[in-house]
C-alpha cells in the first residue's frame, strides 16, 4: 500500500512533470533558431509524458480497489484522465514531428501552415485539459477509502457481483 510519506513524494513527482510539461509547452517556440535543443526538449517532454503515465497506472494497482478485483470502478472514475494522457501523448508526438520535420533545415523561415497550426491548437487545448484532470485525479488517489476496505467499497463490490 502507499504511505502517506510515499504518497508526497510520488506526488511531487507527478507535479513536477506537470510542471516540465507546461515549461516546455510554453517556451519552446522561443528555442526555434536552436533545433538541437527543440528537439531535446520535445523528446524530454514525450518521455515525461509517458513516464507520468505510468506513475498513474502504478498509483492506481497499487489501490485497494485495484486489488479486489474492481478494475472497471477505478477505470470508470478515472476514464477521463487516461483518455487524457493517451490523446495528450499522441498529438505531443505528432506536433513535435510536423515542427521538426518542416523547420530542421530552415530555421529562419517562418513556417506555419494551416494544419500545423490548427494540431498546435489542438494540442494546447488538450495540454490544459490534460493538466487539470491529471491533477485532480493525482490529489484524489490520496484519498483513503481507495487504499482500505469499506462501506462505500462493499456496495459497489456488491452492485458488480448482483
Known amino acids: 500500500m502507499l504511505q502517506p510519506g510515499n504518497y508526497s513524494l ?9 510542471i516540465f510539461d507546461l515549461f516546455v509547452n510554453s517556451f519552446s517556440e522561443l528555442l526555434r533558431s536552436a533545433p538541437v535543443i527543440q528537439l531535446v526538449l520535445f523528446i524530454l517532454q514525450d518521455v515525461g509524458t509517458l513516464f507520468a503515465a505510468i506513475v498513474l497506472f502504478l498509483m492506481l494497482f497499487n489501490t485497494f480497489v485495484f486489488q479486489a478485483g474492481l478494475l472497471g470502478l477505478l477505470f470508470h472514475r478515472f476514464q477521463v484522465t487516461v483518455f487524457l494522457c493517451a490523446l495528450h501523448l499522441a498529438l505531443s508526438v505528432s506536433l513535435h514531428v510536423w515542427m521538426m520535420n518542416l523547420r530542421w533545415k530552415s530555421v529562419n523561415i517562418f513556417i506555419w501552415s494551416d494544419g500545423l497550426q490548427a494540431l ?7 495540454a490544459v485539459l490534460y493538466f487539470y484532470f491529471y491533477k485532480r485525479t493525482a490529489l484524489n488517489l490520496g484519498d483513503s477509502c481507495y487504499y482500505r476496505d469499506s462501506l462505500w467499497l462493499r456496495n459497489e463490490f456488491a452492485q458488480v457481483r448482483g
Open 10 to 18: 510520488v506526488l511531487s513527482l507527478q507535479f513536477l512533470l506537470l
Open 120 to 126: 498546435f491548437v489542438l494540442q494546447r487545448f488538450v
